[in-house]
């Protein structure tokens, strides 16, 4: 992958922004006031177009496996990228490392769905949270395991930091 991208390295050519925060955490936003819920996250490429004034969002893939077309990663990011910046987004792609030369750009999510779509997931997390009742809709996947272990009390709180709580498991 490494060598792909040394060999024809593309958009990571170009200028580039980042999302920046006023303290070291993840850029952030207020989502939903009306229910305290942070959206926040870490863009992997933002493509600066001088030109227009606009960036082309990039998440980079290295596994094998493609995103599901419901996926909500580029969703978010685009909500992220249009509330923590002023610019234009002109594009959004994955970037699939493993087998691919170039970014694979996708349809530009509508954002007021993307937000309906991700407060949904949100509020269920809030209440799986609240109720300390969590399943995964996977049946057990690598993503949830940590926070099943923190459900089931197979976990050591250490603190809450910011908008997050620490747990070693």
Known sequence: MIQRVVTK???ILNKALKLRSPDSLPPRYLFSPEENILLCGKIDW???FPE???VHIIDFKTGVHEEEADSL???IYALLVQNCQKRKIKKISYWYLEKSDD???KTLPDLEEAKRN???VALQMKKARLEKIFVCRRGG????KPLEKIVAGKATY???SGYQDIYVV
């Open 46 to 48: 933002l493509e600066y």
């Open 103 to 105: 970014p694979e750009e």
């Open 118 to 120: 991700v407060l949904r």
């Open 9 to 11: 390295p593309g958009p």
């Open 141 to 144: 996947c690598f993503a949830c």
């Open 73 to 75: 990663q580029l969703p």
């Open 52 to 54: 227009d004034d606009s």
């Open 158 to 160: 250490i603190k809450t």
